[in-house]
């Protein structure tokens, strides 16, 4: 199993600012994934994480409003840029060993 | 559009009430199928998973699922449950030729003692 660690766990942001959400795992895993979960809604999947290139976008998602870095097989970041209040959500990190382990999420509230 | 539907967004029980919460899916072909639960403040985790095999798949804390391919169905099931149940439930599916999990929208399940 994995244990994945994200920060900040909830924050409540200024609309125009930026936001960069942390996720740390315990073992170097190949893929990362970026989900979001808007209130009352599903997760659905922003991005897909591999160390060494550039990340791969879900369709409605870019790459310079949801930045991502990858640095190495254990680490990333998704920045919210510029945000608007429908940026708030819940943004969840993810790594799939055969099934995917979860962070414990960020609850971002845009004002 | 292809998509995982979860037609009971909100269920409230009683302890000692049997459960079952509908998952359907759209996609055609060989499919993963999973149920994550998430309880009040805590991660997302694993219950159970189906990729082959016994369509009658046991997870932990006493849930099965059974998986009924000519209906597209993925159906969470617990004989009785407990107040410490109380939590969401999201059904997920990888269809063939993906490497991404697609959710439904969540069943949010309440029981009382």
């Known amino acids: 199993s994995a244990v994945i660690s994200q920060k900040p766990s909830r924050d409540i942001c200024q609309r125009g600012t930026s936001l960069t959400i942390q996720c740390q795992v315990d073992?170097?895993?190949?893929?990362m994934f970026w989900y979001r979960q808007q209130p009352g809604q599903s997760l659905t999947l922003i991005a897909t994480?591999?160390?060494?290139?550039?990340?791969?976008?879900e369709s409605g998602f870019v790459i310079d409003k949801f930045p991502i870095s990858r640095p190495n097989l254990t680490f990333s970041t998704l920045t919210v840029s510029n945000m608007s209040p429908e940026d708030s959500s819940i943004y969840l990190c993810?790594?799939?060993?055969?099934?995917?382990?979860f962070g414990q999420g960020t609850r971002l509230t845009v004002v | 559009a292809q998509s995982v539907s979860q037609h009971n967004h909100h269920v409230i029980l009683s302890e000692a009430a049997s459960l079952e919460l509908g998952c359907n899916y759209s996609y055609g072909g060989t499919v993963n199928l999973f149920w994550y639960v998430q309880y009040p403040g805590q991660h997302l985790q694993l219950l159970l998973k189906y990729f082959s095999g016994d369509p009658l798949v046991k997870g932990i804390k006493g849930f099965e699922a059974e998986f009924i391919k000519s209906k597209f169905s993925f159906n969470l099931r617990k004989p009785s449950v407990q107040w410490s149940d109380t939590a969401e439930y999201f059904c997920a599916v990888i269809p063939t030729g993906f490497q991404k999990l697609v959710f439904g929208t969540g069943t949010r399940l309440l029981v009382s003692p």
């Open positions: 994480a591999n160390q060494g290139s550039e990340a791969t976008y």
């Open positions: 073992s170097q895993v190949t893929m």
């Open positions: 993810s790594v799939d060993e055969t099934e995917a382990f």
